[in-house]
């Protein structure tokens, strides 16, 4: 992956790891993710999926015909404007009404545990967290006709959660979008302890109301307690409230909740997923991606090992083969997770990234384009669709993505650091200052700012690319700052040696490395017996060789 443009980097400003417009059908099996963009490319996503599972014989030999046939071709998912699905609820943000305002992350964490309730019964368009949550602290008189045309959605979910000591009132009413009805509601007054029960009961009488028929396994779904500890699930809880902040604190504190709740409850697997996440979104930023992306494996596969039918699991083990680079193991575990929850959106998401990894980027933007369909107002997705054009080095693509992307989050730093890259490649030097200028403002990770110094240094400013060498040094003396960074300052600079020099740390540090073979920051070195060396033992990791 880039040193530049890692995916935990880009994880890092994401607001969900996070699920749904038009209904999901099941999904096609490992190898036959690769046809999703051949056939009739007129069609939606899904259906391309739903097709390749008959062509599966000789599907890589298809898959390349169709590439070449159809390169650029594969249209934008856009659900709005057809007919709204009947069976199709977004869940809005439940309101926190209690005295103290920490408890936030109990309306927080009931709203995305019904949300990923939902999204696991078929025949449900439930669009994802990220949509969701973009209407929290919306009060407006009409706010239930804005989600339905925004989200694509028929019925909207809403409520508060009141937390005294360890009492609860929970209030949940279903509301009709054409005419602002209340189909269901309900007032449950109960104890901490009894939460789970809740919850399964608000999905069942959604499904209920929404006339879904329910099959055997979903049923049991619904009613599956991830843990039977109150109080593990309490710090679970906690725990993603803070990985959700994406910020170097949140995620020290969401390890720290995390390892509490499995301490009390050593078989929580969605525990385990949730350590598994954090590790794979530090990785490379607040520590080693070496020991980042171990830990991440690890927390993975005990995941897996306590819940063999958990998709979140199967996701997890899916970015972190990813980030040890290893695609094609990633693919198969991403297929499994699709298998048991085709609404979960991240999934398509993680796909875009392992497509890319291999070099398959028609099926990277296909994969990023089902993101959004599933979740069309998470900035993250619509941040690394741009992404995916970046890395097919098509800037004219992804510069009105990305603009779109700042159109729902001006203050995305991560999208204006895409930006700025792209236009560097179109170059566009001083609108690339600017936009490299504002992600600095605007975040506080030390990618941008040696992003800036790339583009100071190729301004010809080397005065300012040689301060921003020396803040990343003196930086690094109080927190982890990746090798990666000063080696791009440097080859902005034509200092091919010293970049060198931080390339080979990198690779020691498994840093972000993916993008290394296609990346065209480093066009410059390619040829070099010293980068060709790195990348041969890259080459030799991902086909299973000892490094």
């Known amino acids: 992956m880039s040193v530049i443009f890692a995916p935990a980097i880009l994880r890092s400003l994401r607001k969900s790891q996070v699920t749904s417009p038009p209904q999901v059908p099941a999904i096609p099996s490992p190898s036959s993710f690769a046809d999703t963009i051949k056939g009739q490319v007129a069609k939606k996503i899904t259906d391309e999926l739903q097709d390749a599972l008959a062509r599966k014989k000789d599907a890589e030999a298809e898959r390349k015909d169709a590439l070449s046939r159809q390169k650029d071709t594969v249209p934008e998912s856009s659900p709005i404007g057809s007919a709204i699905p009947q069976k199709s609820i977004a869940v809005l943000p439940f309101v926190n009404m209690s005295a103290d305002k920490n408890d936030e ?12 309730a939902l999204t696991k019964v078929r025949g449900l368009r439930v669009p994802g967290r990220s949509s969701s949550f973009a209407f929290k602290g919306n009060n407006e008189e ?31 009413q279903l509301i009709n979008v054409a005419d602002g009805f209340h189909i269901w509601s309900e007032t449950y007054d109960r104890d901490m302890k009894d939460i789970f029960a809740v919850e399964t009961d608000v999905a069942q009488r959604v499904v209920q109301a929404l006339q879904v028929q329910l099959g055997i396994d979903e049923s049991r779904a619904l009613t ?13 809880l906690l725990g993603r409230y803070h990985f959700y902040k994406f910020t170097r604190v949140g995620w020290t504190n969401a390890i720290h909740y995390f390892e509490q709740a499995l301490q009390l409850d050593p078989d929580f697997a969605l525990a385990y997923c949730g350590l598994a996440d954090t590790y794979g979104w530090a990785g490379g930023q607040t520590l080693p991606g070496r020991e980042g992306w171990a830990k991440e494996m690890e927390s993975a596969q005990k995941a897996l090992a306590l819940d063999p039918n958990l998709a979140e699991a199967y996701l997890a083990m899916g970015t972190a083969l990813f980030c040890v680079l290893d695609p094609h193991g990633s693919q198969k575990q991403l297929d499994r997770a699709v298998e048991l929850n085709p609404n979960l959106a991240p999934v398509y998401d993680q796909y875009g990234w392992t497509f890319g ?14 993101a959004l369909e599933l979740d069309p107002l998470n900035s993250l997705f619509n941040t690394d669709l741009a992404f995916f054009y970046y890395w097919a080095r098509r800037y004219d693509d992804a510069i009105p993505q990305i603009r779109k992307t700042l159109e729902l989050d001006p203050n995305a730093a991560v999208a204006h650091h895409c930006l700025g890259w792209c236009m560097v490649w179109k170059g566009n030097l001083p609108e690339a200052k600017a936009e490299f200028e504002k992600a600095t403002t605007l975040g506080d ?3 941008y700012k040696a992003s800036l110094g790339y583009a100071y240094a190729a301004w010809g ?16 003396k109080k927190q982890y700052v990746s090798p ?5 300052v440097y080859l902005g600079l034509g200092e091919k040696a010293k ?45 299973g060789a000892k490094p």
């Open 105 to 116: 992350y109990l309306s927080d964490g009931m709203t995305e545990e019904l949300l990923n």
């Open 142 to 172: 009409d706010i239930f006709r804005k989600v339905g045309q925004q989200l694509h959605v028929s019925a909207v979910l809403e409520g508060s959660v009141r937390k005294a000591g360890d009492k609860l009132r929970i209030t949940a």
């Open 445 to 447: 990770l030390p990618w």
């Open 484 to 488: 990666a960074l000063p080696a791009s």
């Open 224 to 236: 599956k307690k991830p843990t039977e500890n109150p109080e593990a699930h309490r710090l679970y």
């Open 461 to 476: 400013d080397r005065a300012k690319a040689e301060q921003v060498l020396h803040d990343l040094d003196e930086l690094a």
């Open 499 to 543: 970049a060198l020099d931080w390339i080979e740390k990198a690779y020691e540090d498994r840093d972000p490395m993916l993008w290394w073979n296609t990346d065209r920051l480093y066009d410059s070195v390619r040829n070099e017996p010293r980068f060709q060396a790195i990348m041969q033992k890259v080459d030799r990791i991902k086909a």
């Open 357 to 370: 990894e291999m070099g398959r980027h028609d099926e990277s933007i296909a994969a990023g384009k089902k």
